[in-house]
């Protein structure tokens, strides 16, 4: 099963997407993550992406594509994948049909969390990310059991650098500006569900489920 989450900052695809991946047994593939792993460990490309995402705006697409198709080429993918923050774009929607083209395959699902603007800067100035594997949490909707400390694997959690409401409203606008096209792109594949991303977490995970079947 090969699916794509599309959705504003903060409509929880992260949320669903490791869920999604846990209850198929399929990777979840962050590209938000990826740069995220690549700036903590000071590479190359951490450093280049760090200048964009810290203003908000996209990474390049030159920078992105090659990372994700060089990922689902990887033998774990065989069985499919859960997509989180790619294609973000139209060309990069472009590149992942022609890839997927090529070899004779096409995704399955976009699933749209949709969630209106309103909802978004409350819950990112909540949110608190473990940097070292991943885990997000929200301090009122999802919170740790200790406070500051990864349930997961016991590392800090911290408010991501691009969580401030300034940088929240930049990219909300890129996202409408970039992003948002791409849900008349998959409706025209015939491939794009959505789900209400307003209600709570395990609600919206049951609605996805019922698209995705048991
Ligand atoms: P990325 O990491 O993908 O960030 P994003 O798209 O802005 O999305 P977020 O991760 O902020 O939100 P989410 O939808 O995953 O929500 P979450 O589940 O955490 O990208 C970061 C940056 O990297 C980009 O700005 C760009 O610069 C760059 N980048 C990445 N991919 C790129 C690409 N393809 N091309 C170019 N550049 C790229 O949930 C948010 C919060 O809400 C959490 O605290 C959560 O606990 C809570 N929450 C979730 N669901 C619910 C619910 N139902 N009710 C209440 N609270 C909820
Ligand atoms: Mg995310
Ligand atoms: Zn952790």
């Not at 990887?74 to 049909?97: N, S």
């Not at 400390?149 to 991501?160: F, I, K, M, P, S």
């Not at 890129?174 to 209600?199: A, C, F, M, R, W």
């Amino acid at each position: 099963m090969k699916i794509i989450m599309l959705g504003a900052p903060g409509a929880g695809k992260g949320t669903q997407a490791k869920q999604i991946a846990a209850k198929y047994e399929i990777p979840h593939i962050s590209t938000g993550d990826i740069f995220r792993a690549n700036i903590k460990n000071g590479t190359e490309l951490g450093k280049k992406a760090k200048e964009y995402m810290d203003q908000g705006m996209l990474v390049p697409d030159e920078l992105t594509c090659d990372l994700v198709m060089d990922r689902i080429a990887q033998d774990d993918c065989e069985r499919g994948f859960v997509l989180d923050g790619f294609p973000r774009t139209i060309p990069q929607a472009e590149a992942l049909t022609n890839a997927l083209t090529k070899i004779g395959q096409s995704m399955d699902y976009a699933i749209d969390v949709d969630v209106p603007d309103e909802n978004i800067v409350n819950r990112m100035s909540g949110r608190r990310a473990c940097l070292n594997c991943g885990a997000t949490y929200h301090i009122v909707f999802n919170p740790t059991k200790a406070e500051g400390v990864c349930d997961a694997c016991g590392n800090e959690t911290v408010l991501r650098d691009d969580d401030k409401p300034e940088t929240v409203q930049k990219r909300l606008s890129v996202y409408h500006d970039q992003t948002q096209p791409l849900i008349d792109y998959y409706k025209e594949q015939n491939i794009l569900k959505s789900v209400d991303g307003t209600k709570p977490m395990d609600e919206v995970f049951s609605d996805i489920v019922a698209i995705l079947g048991e």
